[in-house]
C-alpha cells in the first residue's frame, strides 16, 4: 500500500516547558486480494485516511528555549508526556469490508523517556491505545443485512529508539516496538484469535540537504507476529524546518 503523508508541526512554550502540536493526513493507494465467505474478491481503494494529531510536552528536562539558547543546550535526560488523537475521519463506506477510515475514536496517552551519552541517544516510550466502538462495522449488505457493532480492546505499546548522531542533523538509529492487545468483539462476542502480541524491527537514517532541508529514510519488518502486522514498511520523508516564522 503506497501512503504519501502531509505532516506539520509546531513546537511552543507550554509554563516554560517545550511542548510541541504534530497533525498529520495521509493518503492510501492498493489493490486488495482475499477471500470473503469463500469467495476470491478484489477490492481497490484510493482515499483519506484518519488524520492523526498529537500533543506532547516535556515535564523534565528540555525547557522552552529561544533561539541562542538552544544552540548552546546540551541534551542529558528528558521525561515527557503526550497525547495522540485519531478522529473518525477518512474514507469509510459500512457496507465495505475493507476500508481506510475505521469510523471510532482512537486515543493514545504515553510517557517518554531521552537520554543522551555523547553521540549516542536512547529514547523509549511506553502508552496504550484505547478505541470508541465502531457502530457500523460490514453491514447493510448481502452478507450482513443488520447492523453489526465493532469494538477492541485496549492495546499497551513500548517502543525503543538507538541513535547515533554523526553531526547537527545528520544521525542513524535501530528502531524496535512491541505491542499487545486490541481482541475485537461483534455485537459484544470476542473474538480471541485477534490478540495481537506483536513486534517489528528496523532502522532509520536522516540526512540534512540545507541548513532547511533534510531526507529521512526507514525501513521496518515484522519480528514476532501473533496477528496482523506481517508487512515489510519503507518510507521517505522530505522535511522542511525553520526557527520562528518560515522565509
Known amino acids: 500500500m ?5 505532516g506539520y508541526s509546531h513546537s511552543f512554550s507550554l509554563f516554560g516547558r517545550t511542548a510541541t502540536l504534530t497533525a498529520t493526513l495521509p493518503y492510501g493507494v492498493r489493490e486488495f486480494r482475499g477471500n470473503v465467505v469463500g469467495a476470491d474478491t478484489l ?10 494529531f498529537r500533543f506532547s510536552v516535556n515535564i523534565r528536562g528540555g525547557p522552552a528555549m529561544n533561539v541562542e539558547e538552544y544552540r ?6 528528558i521525561w515527557g508526556v503526550s ?3 485519531i478522529p473518525p475521519l477518512g474514507q469509510y463506506d459500512e457496507t465495505r469490508l475493507i476500508n481506510y477510515g475505521t469510523n471510532r475514536w482512537a486515543f493514545k496517552p504515553e510517557f517518554g523517556y531521552s537520554r543522551r551519552w555523547g553521540h549516542w541517544i536512547l529514547d523509549a516510550y511506553g502508552g496504550a491505545w484505547f478505541f470508541t466502538t465502531n457502530p457500523e462495522f460490514f453491514s447493510h449488505n448481502q452478507y450482513v443485512p443488520g447492523t453489526t457493532k465493532q469494538s477492541e480492546n485496549p492495546t499497551g505499546s513500548l517502543e525503543a529508539h538507538l541513535s547515533y548522531d554523526v553531526r547537527r ?5 535501530l528502531d524496535a516496538n512491541f505491542w499487545s ?11 480471541p ?8 524491527v528496523g532502522a532509520t537514517a536522516s540526512v540534512p540537504l540545507t541548513s532547511h532541508q533534510s531526507i529521512k529514510i526507514s525501513y521496518s519488518n515484522g519480528a514476532y507476529v501473533a496477528y496482523g502486522g506481517n508487512y515489510q514498511n519503507i518510507s521517505a520523508a522530505w522535511q522542511y524546518s525553520w526557527l520562528g516564522r518560515p522565509n
Open 2 to 6: 503506497s501512503v504519501p503523508v502531509l
Open 43 to 52: 477490492a481497490y481503494r484510493s482515499g483519506l485516511l484518519p488524520a492523526t
Open 72 to 77: 548552546k543546550w546540551q541534551q542529558t535526560t
Open 83 to 85: 497525547l495522540k488523537v
Open 169 to 173: 542533523r545528520l544521525w542513524f538509529s
Open 181 to 191: 492487545g486490541g481482541a475485537t468483539s461483534l455485537n459484544g462476542v470476542q473474538n
Open 193 to 200: 484469535s485477534t490478540v495481537q502480541r506483536n513486534s517489528r
